[in-house]
């Protein structure tokens, strides 16, 4: 069992940064690949960045390549996504996720265990 709780979210300008934080109650939390997706009001789920069970890969949606970072430390149990030039397109509520898959996936049921969501709002 895993339990994720995310942090970091609130109401930025347009160009500003926010860096969100998930924190994970598992006992091995290198054991899992971890993701973020993101949910916009009236539109579904869809895949934000994804990085491997050591770090050592990453993976990106086009909407937020070279603008946002994923990483994570297996030390603390978290996982951060660094969101910087910052769009109103990228309003949404964040969800962080952990999967056993051993790639690098985009696609929300390959993931097993989901936060409850932080809000980010960016005004223009």
């Known amino acids: 069992q895993v339990q994720l709780v995310e942090s970091g979210g609130g109401l930025v300008q347009a160009g500003g940064s926010l860096r969100l934080s998930c924190a994970a109650a598992?006992?091995?939390?290198?054991?899992?690949?971890m993701g973020w997706f993101r949910q916009a009001p009236g539109k579904e789920r869809e895949f934000v960045a994804v990085?491997?069970?050591?770090?050592?890969?990453?993976n990106y949606a086009d909407s937020v390549k070279g603008r946002f970072t994923i990483s994570r430390d297996n030390t603390k149990n978290t996982v951060y996504l660094q969101m910087n030039s910052l769009k109103p397109e990228d309003t949404a509520v964040y969800y962080c996720?952990?999967?056993?898959?051993?790639?690098?996936?985009?696609?929300?049921?390959?993931?097993?265990?989901w936060g409850q969501g932080t809000q980010v709002t960016v005004s223009s």
């Open positions: 996720a952990a999967s056993t898959y051993i790639g690098l996936s985009i696609y929300q049921t390959q993931y097993t265990y």
């Open positions: 598992a006992r091995t939390f290198s054991a899992y690949a």
């Open positions: 990085i491997s069970r050591d770090g050592g890969r990453t």
